[in-house]
Structures are given as structure tokens and as C-alpha cells.
């Protein structure tokens, strides 16, 4: 069994830990290789990830610096980007090439804009539930590489981040965010499938796929295989 330390960033602690949680379950489907996550939040809570991501591209580079170092120091080489707006905010592709020049080492960055890329060939239209509209911005940039015919049907709502960082019910936040409405108008504009695009929202999952035939999907999965294929 070969052990791979892996750093986990997102937004806020309680999604950096939802991330870190997702490796530890999804290790049981590995064969060979057993995943060490670790904790890295960028932000102390969500108003200091929105001040974050809208920040100078220096300030950015200073905490992922801060960040990135400290992890490469002890050895890590693959960094796990579990939050969809930080990803749609930073330019981790460029940064991969970037520390890896720098460390003479092989930086391996997974971001959910790298899933969306191949997503964009597999769907003419598809709906879109973000955090916020820089993160919806994103995710249909990324889409739209792969497919510039892509018809989005997207939403950025940070009172559903909230209410999960607050511990409110899934069934709960389905029926006061109004995510039952959502699913109908995406359905309606003809939607083929519903994407996450917020790495808190698998919190809900199961209420939301409760509501509709289209596929729910969450972007951490393509990712963890991405994972799991560099490190085979």
C-alpha cells in the first residue's frame, strides 16, 4: 500500500474539511494507493474567501505561496482544489507549471474548471448551481473551451453556502433556498443535466436528485479519478 499525502484547498474550513472527509471515504475504492488528506483552508469563513477571490492578483499569489510552500516542504506534490469559486478565481493551471519550474518538481493541481472542460463535450445544454457569479462566470468559461455552442443555465446564490456553513438540514435548504424552483426553470430551459458547482453543495445532493430524472453532478468525482490516474 503506497501512502500519497495530498493537500486539500478550499474557501473556508468547513468545506476544506467536507473535502478532506470525500478523499477519506473515497479511499475504500482504491487499489494500492491510500490517500492522506490534509487541511488547507484559504479563508477563515466565507465573507473573508469573497474579499479573497475579488483581491489583487499579488495577494493572491502570497497566500498560495504561503500555502503551497509549506506542503511542498513536507513533501506533498498533489494538491486537491475542492472549491469551485476559489478555482474560478486563480489560475492554478498556470500556477502547477509555474511551482513546478521553480521546485524541479512534478506539481500536480486538480481543479473542478478542469473537469467542466470535458463536461462542455458532452452536453449541448446543461444547468449550473454556483456559489456565487464570479464562480458561475468560471465554470461556463470552462465549458464553453470545450463547446462554444454550450447553452448554460446558471445560478450563483451564497445563501445556500451559508446555510450549510451554518449546519442547516439539506431537506431544509432545498425548500428555503428555493432549489426545488431552480431545478423546474433548468429543467424547463432544457437542461440535460445539473452540475455542483459548488464543492458544499454535494451536502444536499440526494434532495436535489430526489427532485429531477436529469443527472446531478459533482465535479469531485472526475477530479479524485484524475488523482488516482497520476498517482498509478
Not at 482504491?30 to 499579488?58: H, I, K, M, N, W
Not at 478542469?114 to 464562480?135: C, D, H, P, T, W
Not at 431544509?172 to 437542461?191: D, H, N, Q
Not at 455542483?196 to 479524485?224: N, Q, S, W
Request: charged fraction near 25%; charge should be negative.
Amino acid at each position: 500500500m503506497k501512502d500519497i499525502k495530498v493537500a486539500v484547498l478550499a474557501g473556508t474550513p468547513v468545506d476544506t474539511a467536507m473535502g478532506v472527509e470525500y478523499i477519506k471515504n473515497k479511499n475504500s475504492e482504491t487499489e494500492g494507493q491510500f490517500f492522506l488528506p490534509l487541511c488547507d483552508p484559504v479563508s477563515a469563513d466565507c465573507d473573508a474567501q469573497v474579499r479573497f477571490q475579488y483581491s489583487d492578483e499579488d495577494e493572491k499569489h502570497a497566500v498560495m505561496d504561503n500555502i503551497f510552500n509549506a506542503e511542498i516542504a513536507e513533501g506533498v506534490r498533489d494538491f486537491f482544489v475542492y472549491c469551485n469559486s476559489l478555482a474560478g478565481s486563480f489560475d492554478f493551471d498556470t500556477y502547477a507549471v509555474m511551482k513546478s519550474l521553480d521546485t524541479d518538481e512534478d506539481i500536480r493541481i486538480y481543479t473542478p474548471l478542469q473537469v467542466y472542460r470535458s463536461l462542455g463535450g458532452e452536453y449541448g445544454r446543461i444547468g449550473v448551481l454556483a456559489a456565487n457569479n464570479l464562480s458561475a462566470h468560471a465554470i461556463e468559461e470552462a465549458l464553453m473551451a470545450a463547446n462554444p455552442d454550450i447553452y448554460m443555465i446558471g445560478t450563483g446564490n451564497m445563501a445556500i453556502v451559508r446555510a450549510i456553513e451554518d449546519g442547516l438540514a439539506p431537506e431544509k435548504i432545498v425548500e428555503t433556498c428555493g432549489l426545488r424552483y431552480m431545478v423546474k426553470y433548468m429543467e424547463a430551459c432544457g437542461a440535460e443535466a445539473i452540475v455542483l458547482g459548488c464543492t458544499h453543495f454535494p451536502y444536499f445532493r440526494d434532495e436535489l436528485a430526489a427532485l429531477t430524472d436529469l443527472p446531478v453532478i459533482d465535479p469531485a468525482d472526475k477530479m479524485f479519478d484524475n488523482l488516482v490516474s497520476a498517482n498509478s
